[in-house]
C-alpha cells in the first residue's frame, strides 16, 4: 500500500559504494521534489540530497564529491550513488517526494532504508 518505496540499502565498509532507488506511485504526478533524507539514531533527520523537477541539485555538505543524486522521471523514480562511505553515513535513509495527488500538493516519505558503514 506504500507510495513511495526505497530499496538497495545494505552493510558497506569505508570507502565501499552502495545504491539506492526510490518508486513513487504512479498516483503522484507532478513532481516538484525528490530527494533523500537520512537519520542516524539519537540524532535529527538531515538532507542529503534532492533534486527537482528542473534537475537543480542540492547536496549536504558532508556529501558533496561522495554522492549522485539521479532520476527518471518517466518511471516516477530517484536514485542516490553512494561512493567512498565513512562510518557516519550509517542511518536510515528515506525516500521524499514532494508533488500531486489529485489536486493536493503534499509530502511523500517512504518507510526507509537501513544503510550501515562497518569495518
Known amino acids: 500500500q506504500e507510495q513511495v518505496v526505497e530499496s538497495g540499502g545494505g552493510l558497506a565498509q569505508p570507502g565501499e559504494s552502495l545504491s539506492l532507488s526510490c518508486v513513487a506511485s504512479?498516483?503522484?504526478?507532478?513532481?516538484?521534489?525528490m530527494g533523500w533524507y537520512r537519520q542516524a539514531p539519537g540524532k535529527q533527520r538531515e538532507l542529503v540530497a534532492t533534486?527537482?523537477?528542473?534537475?537543480?541539485?542540492n547536496y549536504l555538505h558532508r556529501v558533496k564529491g561522495r554522492f549522485t543524486i539521479s532520476r527518471d522521471s518517466a518511471k516516477n523514480t530517484v536514485f542516490l550513488q553512494m561512493r567512498s562511505l565513512k562510518l557516519e553515513d550509517t542511518a536510515v535513509y528515506y525516500c521524499?517526494?514532494?508533488?500531486?495527488?489529485?489536486?493536493?500538493?503534499?509530502?511523500?516519505w517512504g518507510q526507509g532504508t537501513q544503510v550501515t558503514v562497518s569495518s
Open positions: 521524499y517526494v514532494l508533488g500531486y495527488e489529485g489536486t493536493w500538493h503534499r509530502d511523500y
Open positions: 533534486i527537482t523537477n528542473d534537475d537543480e541539485i
Open positions: 504512479a498516483g503522484i504526478y507532478n513532481i516538484d521534489v
